[in-house]
């Protein structure tokens, strides 16, 4: 088996004097308990992302002991035997560490890269599951999040033992994953397709008019074979010829508390006109 400990550290406010209301406490574990089973599930199972909290599968995530000092949740995650020996005892932690941050920087709304081959090899690859993984996080960070929203704490932290941290959010984040309704009404896009996942419809395009990279994923993915052929066309001609592929996205947008597209709901992939 491969044991390792997440920290998740809670600095300024009430925090720093070691306090945090109870129940935005209890929520934030929530959360987090959330958050970390849908991650160690995807990764203990072949990138499998559910729709739902998975049953834990092939790993047990357990309450750590509080330390001394500092206002922290520990959270210890024990993966099986099987998985230890399937990716390798010696490199499955900083394997899971760098999967845990290509998902939570990805679910926040930031650049991530990695010299790590094993993410590295999936975040280029047809079936990536960090853009779906990010969507299923949106709930949980929120969650995560409350003491912030609260005024009970300024920063919480996802902390790797001994390196440091994998990502810091703020009340910026905070705001970023606050999530409002998707929008009735359909929207149009210039753009092409920069990563996508052949096998569930999740992925990430560049819109020209938000000059960004945006998550996207196609309503109906089963049945909507056109908009899935275009996406993956669009694709493959921007990997092939940099600046090619452009498509018209028809869908509806999904916008944050300051009013940012955050994702598409995409039912429609054009030639442009």
């Known amino acids: 088996m491969a044991n390792l400990e997440v920290v998740i550290r809670y600095e300024g406010e009430n925090a720093d004097a070691g306090q945090l209301d109870l129940y935005d406490a209890s929520e934030s574990l929530a959360g987090i308990a959330k958050a970390l089973n849908f991650v160690a599930h995807a990764f203990a199972n072949n990138n499998e992302v559910r729709d739902k909290t998975p049953k834990p599968t092939n790993f047990k995530t357990y309450m750590g002991g509080a330390r001394k000092g500092c206002f922290e949740n520990i959270v210890e995650v024990n993966f099986s035997a099987e998985v230890t020996q399937r990716i390798g005892g010696s490199v499955i932690n900083k394997h899971f560490w760098e999967y ?10 930031k650049d991530f890269e990695t010299d790590n081959s094993y993410v590295s090899k999936l975040m280029n690859s047809n079936d990536s599951p960090f853009e779906e993984l990010a969507m299923r ?11 912030i ?8 932290s ?10 810091k959010m703020d009340k910026d984040t905070y705001d970023y994953v606050s999530t409002r309704d998707k929008d009735e009404e359909l ?7 920069t990563k996508y996942n052949i096998l ?6 560049y819109i020209d008019s938000l000059r960004r990279t945006v998550p996207f994923n196609i309503d109906r993915f089963a049945e909507n074979q056109i908009a899935h052929q275009a996406a993956t066309a669009s694709m493959h001609e921007r990997a092939r010829t940099p600046g090619s592929g452009k498509r018209r996205f028809v869908g509806h947008k999904v916008i944050n508390a300051t009013q940012k597209v955050k994702r598409i709901v995409v039912t429609e992939i054009n030639q442009q006109d």
Do not use: C
């Open 137 to 147: 996080l949106e709930v949980p960070l929120q969650e995560i999040l409350r003491p």
């Open 149 to 156: 929203n609260r005024k009970g704490a300024q920063i919480i």
């Open 200 to 205: 569930t419809g999740y992925g990430r395009a």
């Open 158 to 167: 996802f902390v790797r033992p001994h390196v440091g941290e994998i990502v």
């Open 187 to 193: 929207s149009h896009w210039n753009g092409n397709v």
């Open 100 to 109: 845990l941050s290509a998902t939570l920087n990805t679910a926040v709304g």
